[in-house]
T-cell receptor, first 110, second 117 residues
Framework: AQRVTQPEKLLSVFKGAPVELKCNYSYSGSPELFWYVQYSRQRLQLLLRHISRESIKGFTADLNKGETSFHLKKPFAQEEDSAMYYCALREYNQGGKLIFGQGTELSVKP | GAGVSQSPSNKVTEKGKDVELRCDPISGHTALYWYRQSLGQGLEFLIYFQGNSAPDKSGLPSDRFSAERTGGSVSTLTIQRTQQEDSAVYLC???????????????FGAGSRLTVL
């Protein structure tokens, strides 16, 4: 069965520090991975997807098939990055549901 | 509409009552999803519609939960004989046809917060 694991419920860092939100998945096929973000009092929204290989708001994520990981990284955290982050997986190029991790709350302190 | 609309935004009900939650997806989006968001549980998949059919109902927690979608548009999630553990935010999302650009990217609604007393 597909599964997404985010081991940290809460990650607290100081402004300007590097941040890494961990995501591991289990899936036998070729997955499509996403990071979604939910800022306070806002809707859940897409942050980035692995097939785009893009950097959004300074965040990047690399799919490591050997380690079955898709960690989200940013070299210098900003206070406005404080939010709930969810890693999600879907079978590549097929219809169907997204499986989400339990989420990691990022708190960036001044 | 411009986004995914959900109603009601807040619902407080007594244990044992039935509730209906409504989702109006983005016009033209063929796929529609229901998720449940609760503290400590993250985002829990409930059901997925492609058009009017539901190829995946595997996430519905019990037979008290049901959902339908008519006309390939609006969907209703019904919870019968509500229990306190049903208290959560119920999120709806939609996405374009699987062959379209942007397929597989979900657009979420603001959610319906259900409180069962």
């Amino acid at each position: 069965a597909q599964r997404v694991t985010q081991p940290e419920k809460l990650l607290s860092v100081f402004k300007g520090a590097p941040v890494e939100l961990k995501c591991n998945y289990s899936y036998s096929g070729s997955p499509e991975l996403f990071w979604y973000v939910q800022y306070s009092r806002q809707r859940l929204q897409l942050l980035l997807r692995h097939i785009s290989r893009e950097s959004i708001k300074g965040f990047t994520a690399d799919l490591n098939k050997g380690e079955t990981s898709f960690h989200l990284k940013k070299p210098f955290a900003q206070e406005e990055d404080s939010a709930m982050y969810y890693c999600a997986l879907r079978e590549y190029n097929q219809g169907g549901k997204l499986i989400f991790g339990q989420g990691t709350e990022l708190s960036v302190k001044p | 509409g411009a986004g995914v609309s959900q109603s009601p935004s807040n619902k407080v009900t007594e244990k044992g009552k039935d509730v209906e939650l409504r989702c109006d997806p983005i016009s033209g989006h063929t796929a529609l999803y229901w998720y449940r968001q609760s503290l400590g549980q993250g985002l829990e998949f409930l059901i997925y519609f492609q058009g009017n059919s539901a190829p995946d109902k595997s996430g519905l927690p019990s037979d008290r939960f049901s959902a339908e979608r008519t006309g390939g548009s609006v969907s209703t999630l019904t919870i019968q004989r509500t229990q306190q553990e049903d208290s959560a935010v119920y999120l709806c999302a939609s996405s374009p046809d699987r062959l379209s650009v942007g397929a597989n990217v979900l657009t979420f609604g603001a959610g319906s917060r259900l409180t069962v007393l």
